[in-house]
């Protein structure tokens, strides 16, 4: 069975801290996608990142990064010098190599708000 | 500008009556989906579709109907036979229906109950 956990229900930080949010998942696919979403006030969620399975490779975006460990199972997400705009619900999510005729099924976790005070 | 549009943005059903959301991409993908998000919870799969004219059920596809009759648009009935509706719904595309596609998001449909 596949899952996404996202430990961290809500976090509160103040204007340029640094943040991580936590992603662990679960798969027995060997091939599998790691996504993560933003989710401002408006509702629409908002694609950052995809991440193989098979690319362990740390990204950096700007203010953005990501750290996949497949060791332990973990997909973390970190934002520097965090802003007010970067307010938000984050989703971390999954989608293994059932291709072909099934599903690009997305398992979301149940999301981390942050919450950054000015 | 290229997109995904959910209408309408807030919608009211009444006891025993159907109601329908629309949904409606100009990116030209193959793939949509449908998503519903309860508060404190993760976005759970109604249906999807890979392609024009065939529709998958999802994990919570009770109480729900779609069609796919065109590729821009993929509209959700919610029946009177879903017995707890109030959610947020978002629709979703990809260009097609691979794993590795990032779906991309309406800003969605908050239905309640009068």
């Known amino acids: 069975a596949q899952k996404v956990t996202q430990a961290q229900t809500e976090i509160s930080v103040v204007e340029k801290e640094d943040v991580t949010l936590d992603c662990v998942y679960e798969?027995?696919?060997?091939?599998?996608?790691l996504f993560w979403y933003k989710q401002p006030p408006s509702g629409e969620l908002v694609f950052l990142i995809r991440r193989n399975s098979f690319d362990e490779q740390n990204e950096i975006s700007g203010r953005y990064s990501w750290n996949f460990q497949k060791s332990t199972s973990s997909f973390n997400f970190t934002i520097t010098a965090s802003q007010v705009v970067d307010s938000a619900v984050y989703f971390c999510?999954?989608?293994?190599?059932?291709?072909?005729?099934?599903?690009?099924?997305?398992?979301f976790g149940t999301g981390t708000l942050l919450a950054v005070q000015p | 500008d290229g997109g995904i549009t959910q209408s309408p943005k807030y919608l009211f059903r009444k006891e025993g009556q159907n109601v329908t959301l629309s949904c409606e991409q100009n990116?030209?993908?193959?793939?949509m989906y449908w998503y519903r998000q309860d508060p404190g919870q993760g976005l759970r799969l109604i249906y999807y579709?890979?392609?024009?004219?065939?529709?998958q059920k999802g994990d919570i596809a009770e109480g729900y109907s779609v069609s796919r009759e065109k590729k821009e648009s993929f509209p959700l009935t919610v029946t009177s036979a879903q017995k707890n509706p109030t959610a947020f719904y978002l629709c979703?595309?990809?260009?097609?229906?691979?794993?590795?596609?990032?779906?991309?998001f309406g800003d969605g449909t908050r239905l309640s109950i009068l």
């Open positions: 798969t027995r696919d060997t091939t599998y996608y």
């Open positions: 990116l030209n993908h193959d793939a």
């Open positions: 979703a595309s990809s260009i097609e229906g691979a794993p590795n596609q990032p779906q991309h």
């Open positions: 579709s890979q392609i024009v004219n065939d529709f």
């Open positions: 999510a999954l989608s293994g190599a059932n291709y072909g005729g099934a599903t690009n099924k997305l398992i």
